[in-house]
């Protein structure tokens, strides 16, 4: 609901208000995010302070929070845009100017956002205010959106900044929101990681005077830095504590500033990274800045990850995927890598379809001279060679095994090595006079480019349309370099979202798995497109532990794809136990990646099992609520849980890394649970709500390394 009262906007969600208000001095000023307030005129007035050394007009704005902040005039914290005025100065005063409020949500234009009606059909009641600021002098309007759900915590804002002016302006940099908290010991929860070992949480403390640009410049949203922090008070915990979260609904290079001032107060802005960055607006012309979801909980990260979890799956994700269970696949990627014949992936489903499964995807090497990393990028015509009854025939074989068939394709690259490259070697993106960097061996295709795009989506159409194709994963194998001018970056990732709404919206029915070099690109814009994102080329069960432990804070397990693949691991030689592979991948989109007809018969029946409990559990992966229980990150342990909301259901995994006899195994005690209520697991056996909830269970670990134990219970009636 939202509520204008003598300029005091008040948005309130489930528990949440925000409240800004317009000063005496026609700054927009922001009041409060936190806990609901009631629905009335706020007795705490708003005051600008007068003490500062400098007063433009009487007054500073230098310790008051504001909703999107200017440089250089009142405030010389940094600023939530820049222009570059005449003259190169960028001294810039946005003053209220006009508001209204819509029903229904924000759209962007271009660019993914939340979506207005819930993929369930309940009405969630949306509600958008558009407040528009204005500096004449600088020429420019910016219009800020804020949406709220009364059925969520979550505000997600968004601004369009406008030229007002006769002459060109040049926009450096534009934050799409701003998050003012106040004087108190802060931490910043964050998710840095590399290659094979993305989201890996860290943690800090803030001080005065520091500043931190939480940022990734490499192209995609990227492997080294994910778009979603937290701001959380001291102490606060999984469970417990105010904590303030921001994610960027974008794709492309993002930052989120985080300063401390003098006085203690945190500033928080989100938005497109500035560096490089660079928008020249026409007299007339606007920019849309991306959507970024700020959200508020009162019971610690646990609390954020759940609010974003059930926002994404009802309100981001694609609604025809979002809340349903997803096949189990196998992927013959760590299986054969580029070396297959049409036989042996027959052959490999054969054995998967007798397992349970029920999907079988066709990995790199399927297309053009692709025999290897160095080659055929961009040639989507099939080889023959490999698959002699091309993609219908081979589809029409896995149908008829009774399963599904999907492919990989990564339609944003061009080997240099590639009939595409050969007759247009200017497509690929380049800065001139120089030779573009490649990196494993391919070049980036320049999608800002509309015969580009065209090429890309005509190509893809048409392979998707050779047989049937019920599942893609889309690839996205290295970072960008060259980009030819300021605002490049930007421009690619509206031409990315311009191809995969052409792509989904051609192809409703299939179901789109993001990928780039692993998890290189699990954003909120991604997750628009795919309900679902591979999550690291690196599939160690201990290592997932980690990678899917920190994904987890940010996003729904029903988005994380986990896939059980063969021992000595590919990427970093571990042998785990199958058992642990398949317990630690159930919290996410459960799949294999081996060769399952090269499995003995042990193995194989344990497959057909996991996959038989992976079947049974699924729904509450998709549907449940997420608890984190015990850190990979703090200690030899690590447990999660996924509990329906109605606390009917629950799935426990717990494990123990490495072996250890001198200190007693940790107990872990169940969250999200009816507390008066008796569970029963898959044995039959019983458990009393209260005593798995304040006294937990002692996990039965095998005496080894990487042992893990799951649990599946449900409440009897
Ligand atoms: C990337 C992906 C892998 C696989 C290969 C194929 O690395 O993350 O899963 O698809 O590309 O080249």
Same mark, same amino acid.
């Given at each position: ?16 208000? #925000? ?53 250089? #005039? ?53 509600? &958008?205010?558009?407040? &528009? ?6 020429? *420019? ?26 002459? @060109? ?24 990681? $590399? ?78 990274? @500035? ?8 007299? %007339? ?24 979890? +059930? ?41 998967? !379809?007798?397992?349970g499964m029920e999907l079988f995807v066709m990995d790199d090497g399927w297309f053009g001279a692709r025999n290897n990393d160095d080659k055929g990028l961009g040639d989507w015509t099939v080889t023959r060679k490999k698959l002699p009854s091309g993609l219908k025939g081979l589809s029409e074989r896995i149908? !008829? ?13 061009? =080997? ?30 320049? *999608? ?8 890309? *989506? ?26 030819? #001018? ?65 994904? $987890?804070?940010?996003? @729904? ?7 059980? &693949? ?24 459960? %799949? ?16 057909? +099992? ?13 549907? %449940? ?22 606390? +009917? ?37 019983? #458990? ?5 909830? =304040? ?23």
């Open positions: 609901m939202i509520t204008i009262n003598n300029k005091t906007i008040h948005l309130q969600g489930r528990d949440i208000s #925000y409240v800004m208000t317009v000063g005496e001095h026609g700054d927009l000023l922001h009041y409060h995010f936190g806990k609901k307030l009631g629905d009335r005129e706020f007795s705490v007035p708003m005051s600008y302070n007068v003490w500062s050394a400098y007063a433009p007009e009487g007054y500073t704005l230098e310790n008051v929070p504001q909703e999107y902040p200017s440089y250089g #005039y009142a405030d010389l914290r940094p600023g939530a845009y820049t222009v570059e005025n005449t003259g190169g100065n960028e001294v810039s005063q946005l003053k209220f100017k006009s508001v209204r409020t819509e029903r229904g949500a924000a759209e962007i234009k271009g660019m993914p956002c939340l979506r207005e009606s819930s993929c369930t059909g309940e009405d969630h009641g949306a509600e &958008t205010v558009y407040v &528009t600021l204005a500096d004449e002098a600088a020429g *420019i309007e910016a219009e800020l959106a804020y949406t709220v759900f009364d059925r969520f915590n979550i505000i997600a804002r968004s601004v369009v900044i406008k030229n007002i002016s006769d002459k @060109p302006v040049v926009l450096k940099s534009v934050y799409s929101a701003c998050l003012e908290l106040d004087a108190n010991e802060r931490d910043i929860i964050y998710l840095p990681g $590399s290659w094979a070992g993305e989201r890996q949480p860290e943690r800090c403390r803030v001080h005065r005077g520091m500043k931190l640009d939480i940022s990734n410049e490499r192209g995609g949203s990227g492997h080294n830095m994910n778009p979603f922090v937290i701001a959380a008070e001291k102490g606060a915990d999984e469970e417990h504590g105010e904590a303030f979260s921001m994610s960027l609904v974008y794709s492309g290079n993002h930052s989120t500033l985080v300063s401390c001032a003098s006085d203690c107060t945190l500033r928080l802005m989100q938005g497109i990274n @500035p560096r490089g960055f660079e928008s020249v607006l026409e007299p %007339g012309e606007s920019f849309a800045a991306p959507q970024s979801i700020i959200c508020y909980s009162q019971n610690g990260f646990g609390g954020i990850s759940r609010e974003l979890s +059930r926002l994404y799956r009802e309100h981001l994700c694609p609604p025809q995927y979002s809340m349903k269970e997803r096949p189990i696949l196998i992927n013959n990627w760590e299986a054969t890598y580029f070396d297959f014949t049409e036989d042996k992936l027959v052959e490999i489903a054969e054995k998967a !379809k007798e397992a149908n !008829k095994l009774g399963m599904k068939f999907g492919l990989w394709i990564e339609p944003e690259m061009v =080997n240099p090595d590639s009939e595409l490259y050969r007759a247009h070697p200017d497509w690929a993106i380049h800065v001139s006079g120089r030779k573009p960097a490649e990196s494993r061996q391919q070049l980036i295709l320049d *999608i800002t480019k509309p015969e580009v795009r065209e090429y890309i *989506i005509e190509s893809i159409k048409k392979v998707l349309s050779e047989g049937n194709i019920e599942y893609v994963k889309w690839d996205m194998n290295r970072p960008m370099t060259d980009m030819p #001018y300021p605002g490049y970056n930007h421009r690619y990732t509206l031409g990315l979202y311009e191809i995969a709404d052409a792509l989904t919206k051609a192809f409703p029915n299939i179901l789109f798995e993001g990928c780039a070099g692993g998890g290189g690109r699990f954003d909120p814009g991604m997750l628009y497109y795919y309900p679902q994102i591979w999550a690291s080329d690196n599939s160690d069960a201990v290592a997932r532990l980690k990678i899917q432990y920190g994904t $987890s804070m940010g996003y @729904p397990v029903s988005a994380i794809s986990a896939h059980v &693949t063969a021992v000595p691991n590919h990427q970093n030689g571990r042998v785990t136990p199958l058992k642990t592979r398949a317990d630690v991948a159930f919290a996410g989109v459960f %799949g294999y990646e081996l060769d399952i007809t090269k499995m003995d018969d042990e193995g194989f029946e344990m497959i057909k +099992r996991q996959v038989e409990f992976a079947k049974r559990t699924r729904k509450l992966m998709l549907e %449940g609520d997420f608890y984190r229980l015990q850190s990979p990150f703090e200690s030899n342990y690590c447990a999660w849980e996924a509990a329906s909301q109605d606390g +009917r259901e629950v799935f426990l995994m717990c494990c123990k890394i490495l072996s250890d006899n001198g200190i007693a195994d940790r107990r872990v005690r169940l969250l999200g649970i009816d507390e008066g209520a008796v569970y029963k697991d898959d044995e039959g056996k019983l #458990y009393y709500g209260d005593e798995l909830a =304040n006294r937990g269970i002692m996990p039965e670990y095998e005496k080894r390394d990487f042992a893990a134990v799951i649990m599946h219970l449900t409440k009897c009636e």
